[in-house]
């Protein structure tokens, strides 16, 4: 399977608590985002990756969250002390800039995040 | 104002018919257009892009009409799996900033029945 992977697909946490997810993507793709959908929304942007270089952050991304990408392939979200509204789908996508369809995104399966 | 508009439906249909989306979107400078289909608990996978000369793809039409800010997703003899989240997907141009990023519709439900 050449698509984008995520991992986990579902993470439980207490609040208070840090989660770390981490995204694969697409082979070669060298931009990386990454996207946060709750029900019965399209997804919310939130950070932008260009290799390793993070150019573009939302301002949902609260001091909380932070994002690396640190060799420009894999990258990791993590939410340190969680809150019950961040409980959501976290989706990561990527794309390459050649191509017939240079800003097309692929996503992955998500990671989806509850908050007890 | 939502930057990306689309009629939640949901949209019941019958097995054959045909059905159509409208998204509008709110900046001018928008430069690139998508459909994307999502199935419940899924992630969402891009239908189509969607070109200034409108195009085709099997039972998929996609048009743009940029003098009015809206695409169109027309969708022909429907069938029982084409039913799921329809969102549409814009992205900005260099100039105006946000050219990184896809800004997206709530989405539209289909429910194609027999």
């Known amino acids: 399977d050449t698509g984008v992977s995520q991992d986990p697909r579902h993470k439980i946490t207490k609040r208070g608590q840090n989660v770390t997810f981490r995204c694969d993507p697409i082979s070669e793709h060298n931009r990386l985002y990454w996207y946060r959908q709750t029900l019965g929304q399209g997804p919310e942007f939130l950070t932008y990756f260009q290799n390793e270089a993070q150019l573009e952050k939302s301002r949902l991304l609260s001091d909380r969250f932070s994002a690396e990408r640190p060799k420009g392939s894999f990258s990791t979200l993590e939410i340190q002390r969680t809150e019950q509204g961040d409980s959501a789908m976290y989706l990561c996508a990527s794309s390459s800039p050649a191509g017939r369809g240079p800003h097309e995104q692929y996503f992955g399966p998500g990671t989806r995040l509850t908050v007890t | 104002r939502k930057e990306v508009e689309q009629d939640p439906g949901p949209f019941n249909v019958p097995e054959g018919a045909t059905v159509a989306f409208n998204c509008t979107y709110s900046n001018s400078a928008s430069q690139s257009f998508f459909w994307y289909r999502q199935d419940c608990r899924k992630e969402p996978k891009l239908l189509m892009s969607v070109y200034s000369s409108g195009n085709e793809d099997g039972r998929f039409t996609a048009q743009l009409n940029r003098a009015s800010q809206y695409i169109s997703l027309l969708i022909r003899d429907s069938k029982l799996s084409d039913s799921a989240t329809y969102l549409c997907?814009?992205?900005?141009?260099?100039?105006?900033?946000?050219?990184?990023?896809?800004?997206f519709g709530a989405g539209t439900r289909l429910a194609v029945h027999p």
């Open positions: 997907a814009v992205n900005m141009s260099p100039l105006s900033g946000g050219y990184n990023k896809l800004i």
